[in-house]
């Protein structure tokens, strides 16, 4: 199913203007943070629907197939 980060609750918006820019990813950030390597991160970049070592998460109308998606109620 193609999603957008707009619509998903991992989705942490960026702070300036309306918030349909780049912002991060939850799920990514987690395994930043807990240190995962580089092959690890370019896997989970290419599941959240990225192209590995491309780490942008654009909340715009940008449509991509990721498996953590959360749908906004």
Do not use: P
């Amino acid at each position: 199913m193609e999603v957008c980060c707009t619509d998903c609750l991992g989705f942490i918006k960026d702070t300036i203007g309306d918030g349909k820019g780049i912002g991060k990813c939850k799920a990514y950030e987690h395994y930043v943070n807990k240190g995962a390597t580089t092959g690890q991160l370019n896997e989970l970049l290419v599941a959240l629907g990225n192209k590995a070592n491309y780490h942008v998460f654009w909340g715009g109308s940008e449509l991509r197939e990721c498996s953590k998606f959360k749908q906004v109620d």
